[in-house]
Protein backbone atom coordinates (compact mmCIF):
# COMPACT_ATOMS: atom_id res chain seq x y z
CA UNK A 1 0.00 0.00 0.00
CA UNK A 2 1.32 3.42 -0.76
CA UNK A 3 0.65 6.18 1.53
CA UNK A 4 0.99 9.91 1.41
CA UNK A 5 0.99 12.03 4.55
CA UNK A 6 0.02 15.64 2.96
CA UNK A 7 -0.16 18.76 4.93
CA UNK A 8 -0.89 22.49 4.63
CA UNK A 9 0.80 24.90 7.46
CA UNK A 10 1.28 28.58 7.47
CA UNK A 11 3.10 28.74 10.85
CA UNK A 12 4.65 25.37 11.09
CA UNK A 13 1.93 23.78 13.40
CA UNK A 14 0.67 20.68 11.43
CA UNK A 15 3.88 20.37 9.48
CA UNK A 16 4.97 19.59 12.93
CA UNK A 17 2.25 16.91 13.45
CA UNK A 18 2.39 16.02 9.88
CA UNK A 19 6.13 15.22 11.02
CA UNK A 20 5.33 12.89 13.50
CA UNK A 21 2.90 11.05 11.59
CA UNK A 22 5.22 9.82 9.05
CA UNK A 23 7.50 8.61 12.23
CA UNK A 24 4.71 6.52 12.94
CA UNK A 25 3.99 5.47 9.85
CA UNK A 26 7.60 4.42 9.22
CA UNK A 27 9.49 4.59 5.85
CA UNK A 28 6.84 3.23 3.66
CA UNK A 29 4.97 6.91 3.78
CA UNK A 30 6.03 9.65 2.16
CA UNK A 31 5.34 13.34 3.07
CA UNK A 32 4.43 16.56 1.07
CA UNK A 33 3.08 19.93 1.63
CA UNK A 34 -0.09 20.81 -0.32
CA UNK A 35 2.16 23.26 -2.39
CA UNK A 36 3.86 19.83 -4.13
CA UNK A 37 3.48 18.41 -7.16
CA UNK A 38 1.66 15.14 -6.10
CA UNK A 39 0.52 12.58 -8.25
CA UNK A 40 -2.53 11.75 -5.99
CA UNK A 41 -3.19 8.30 -8.60
CA UNK A 42 0.05 6.58 -7.09
CA UNK A 43 -1.60 6.30 -3.30
CA UNK A 44 -4.08 4.55 -1.66
CA UNK A 45 -3.95 5.92 2.16
CA UNK A 46 -3.85 9.72 2.16
CA UNK A 47 -2.95 11.36 5.63
CA UNK A 48 -4.53 14.65 5.13
CA UNK A 49 -3.77 17.74 7.43
CA UNK A 50 -5.24 21.35 7.49
CA UNK A 51 -5.35 23.90 10.09
CA UNK A 52 -8.51 25.65 10.67
CA UNK A 53 -8.69 29.58 9.80
CA UNK A 54 -11.73 31.11 10.67
CA UNK A 55 -13.99 28.04 11.66
CA UNK A 56 -13.07 26.01 8.47
CA UNK A 57 -9.96 24.43 6.69
CA UNK A 58 -7.16 26.41 5.33
CA UNK A 59 -7.98 27.62 1.31
CA UNK A 60 -5.00 25.75 0.04
CA UNK A 61 -6.14 22.64 1.97
CA UNK A 62 -9.68 23.53 1.00
CA UNK A 63 -8.77 23.46 -2.63
CA UNK A 64 -6.40 20.19 -2.46
CA UNK A 65 -9.21 18.07 -0.71
CA UNK A 66 -11.51 18.62 -3.35
CA UNK A 67 -9.10 16.30 -5.58
CA UNK A 68 -8.73 13.73 -3.33
CA UNK A 69 -11.25 10.70 -4.62
CA UNK A 70 -11.39 7.03 -4.37
CA UNK A 71 -8.73 6.88 -1.47
CA UNK A 72 -9.13 6.12 2.16
CA UNK A 73 -8.44 9.44 3.97
CA UNK A 74 -6.49 9.25 7.88
CA UNK A 75 -7.33 13.62 8.96
CA UNK A 76 -5.39 15.84 10.91
CA UNK A 77 -6.13 19.01 12.23
CA UNK A 78 -4.23 21.44 14.06
CA UNK A 79 -6.54 25.09 15.58
CA UNK A 80 -6.40 27.53 18.19
CA UNK A 81 -9.37 25.83 19.92
CA UNK A 82 -9.56 22.66 22.38
CA UNK A 83 -9.23 19.67 20.24
CA UNK A 84 -12.44 18.09 22.11
CA UNK A 85 -14.40 21.49 21.49
CA UNK A 86 -17.49 21.50 19.10
CA UNK A 87 -15.49 24.21 17.13
CA UNK A 88 -12.92 21.35 16.59
CA UNK A 89 -15.82 18.78 15.46
CA UNK A 90 -17.53 20.86 13.66
CA UNK A 91 -14.17 22.37 11.56
CA UNK A 92 -13.02 18.38 11.24
CA UNK A 93 -16.67 17.47 9.34
CA UNK A 94 -15.91 20.38 7.04
CA UNK A 95 -12.98 18.93 6.09
CA UNK A 96 -14.40 15.45 5.10
CA UNK A 97 -17.17 17.43 3.34
CA UNK A 98 -14.70 19.07 1.09
CA UNK A 99 -13.80 15.57 0.15
CA UNK A 100 -14.21 14.30 -3.68
CA UNK A 101 -16.02 10.98 -4.62
CA UNK A 102 -15.83 7.84 -2.48
CA UNK A 103 -12.93 8.50 0.30
CA UNK A 104 -13.83 6.63 3.45
CA UNK A 105 -12.49 7.84 6.13
CA UNK A 106 -10.01 5.63 8.32
CA UNK A 107 -9.54 7.76 11.16
CA UNK A 108 -8.79 11.25 12.45
CA UNK A 109 -6.28 13.20 14.44
CA UNK A 110 -6.99 16.85 15.89
CA UNK A 111 -4.51 19.27 18.16
CA UNK A 112 -4.34 22.26 19.65
CA UNK A 113 -1.75 24.99 17.67
CA UNK A 114 -0.10 28.01 18.85
CA UNK A 115 -1.65 31.45 17.29
CA UNK A 116 0.26 33.65 15.22
CA UNK A 117 1.61 36.18 17.32
CA UNK A 118 0.04 39.03 15.11
CA UNK A 119 -3.40 37.32 15.36
CA UNK A 120 -3.15 37.75 18.87
CA UNK A 121 -1.64 40.85 19.50
CA UNK A 122 -4.61 42.32 17.21
CA UNK A 123 -7.36 40.10 19.22
CA UNK A 124 -6.00 41.42 22.12
CA UNK A 125 -7.22 45.15 20.92
CA UNK A 126 -10.57 44.00 20.31
CA UNK A 127 -13.77 45.66 21.61
CA UNK A 128 -15.87 43.72 24.57
CA UNK A 129 -18.51 43.51 21.64
CA UNK A 130 -16.39 42.17 19.48
CA UNK A 131 -16.86 38.27 18.94
CA UNK A 132 -13.20 37.52 20.00
CA UNK A 133 -12.70 40.19 22.15
CA UNK A 134 -10.06 38.96 24.98
CA UNK A 135 -12.45 37.63 27.83
CA UNK A 136 -10.82 35.58 30.63
CA UNK A 137 -11.69 32.09 29.17
CA UNK A 138 -10.30 32.87 25.71
CA UNK A 139 -7.50 34.11 27.16
CA UNK A 140 -6.69 30.78 28.98
CA UNK A 141 -7.71 29.21 25.63
CA UNK A 142 -4.55 31.32 23.77
CA UNK A 143 -2.27 31.11 26.47
CA UNK A 144 -3.19 27.31 26.50
CA UNK A 145 -2.22 26.57 22.73
CA UNK A 146 0.57 28.78 22.99
CA UNK A 147 3.47 25.70 23.29
CA UNK A 148 1.60 23.31 21.46
CA UNK A 149 1.95 21.06 19.39
CA UNK A 150 4.46 19.87 22.88
CA UNK A 151 6.18 16.69 22.89
CA UNK A 152 3.27 15.00 23.80
CA UNK A 153 1.52 15.61 21.10
CA UNK A 154 3.97 15.20 18.89
CA UNK A 155 4.08 11.49 20.23
CA UNK A 156 0.33 11.13 19.96
CA UNK A 157 0.15 12.37 16.78
CA UNK A 158 2.95 9.41 15.59
CA UNK A 159 0.87 6.77 17.59
CA UNK A 160 -2.11 7.87 15.46
CA UNK A 161 0.25 6.99 12.45
CA UNK A 162 1.30 4.29 13.87
CA UNK A 163 -2.54 2.44 14.70
CA UNK A 164 -3.83 3.11 11.55
CA UNK A 165 -1.38 1.97 9.80
CA UNK A 166 -1.91 -1.41 12.41
CA UNK A 167 -5.63 -1.31 11.27
CA UNK A 168 -5.86 -1.68 7.57
C1 LIG B 1 -5.96 33.93 10.18
C2 LIG B 1 -6.12 32.85 11.22
C3 LIG B 1 -7.40 32.38 11.51
C4 LIG B 1 -7.57 31.38 12.47
N1 LIG B 1 -8.83 30.93 12.73
C5 LIG B 1 -9.01 29.99 13.69
C6 LIG B 1 -10.32 29.52 14.01
O1 LIG B 1 -11.34 29.90 13.42
N2 LIG B 1 -10.44 28.61 15.00
C7 LIG B 1 -9.37 28.12 15.69
O2 LIG B 1 -9.56 27.29 16.58
N3 LIG B 1 -8.11 28.53 15.40
C8 LIG B 1 -7.92 29.44 14.42
N4 LIG B 1 -6.65 29.86 14.11
C9 LIG B 1 -5.50 29.21 14.77
C10 LIG B 1 -4.83 28.21 13.84
O3 LIG B 1 -5.77 27.26 13.33
C11 LIG B 1 -3.73 27.42 14.60
O4 LIG B 1 -2.79 28.32 15.11
C12 LIG B 1 -3.06 26.38 13.71
O5 LIG B 1 -2.34 25.48 14.52
C13 LIG B 1 -2.09 27.00 12.69
O6 LIG B 1 -1.50 25.95 11.97
P1 LIG B 1 -0.12 26.13 11.17
O7 LIG B 1 0.94 26.54 12.18
O8 LIG B 1 0.15 24.79 10.58
O9 LIG B 1 -0.33 27.20 10.14
C14 LIG B 1 -6.44 30.86 13.16
C15 LIG B 1 -5.16 31.34 12.86
C16 LIG B 1 -5.00 32.32 11.91
C17 LIG B 1 -3.60 32.83 11.60
Not at 33 to 48: A, K, N, Q, T
Not at 70 to 79: D, E, G, M, P, R
Not at 138 to 156: G, V
Amino acid sequence: MKIAVIYSSKTGNTKKVASAILEGVGAQAQLFSVDDEISLDEYDLIFMGFWVDKGSPDKKASEFMSKISWKKVAYFVTLGAYPDSQHAKDSLEKGIALLGEHCEIVDSFICQGAIDPKLMEWMMTLPEDHPHSPDEKRIKRWEDACNRPDSTDLLHAKEFGNNVIRAL
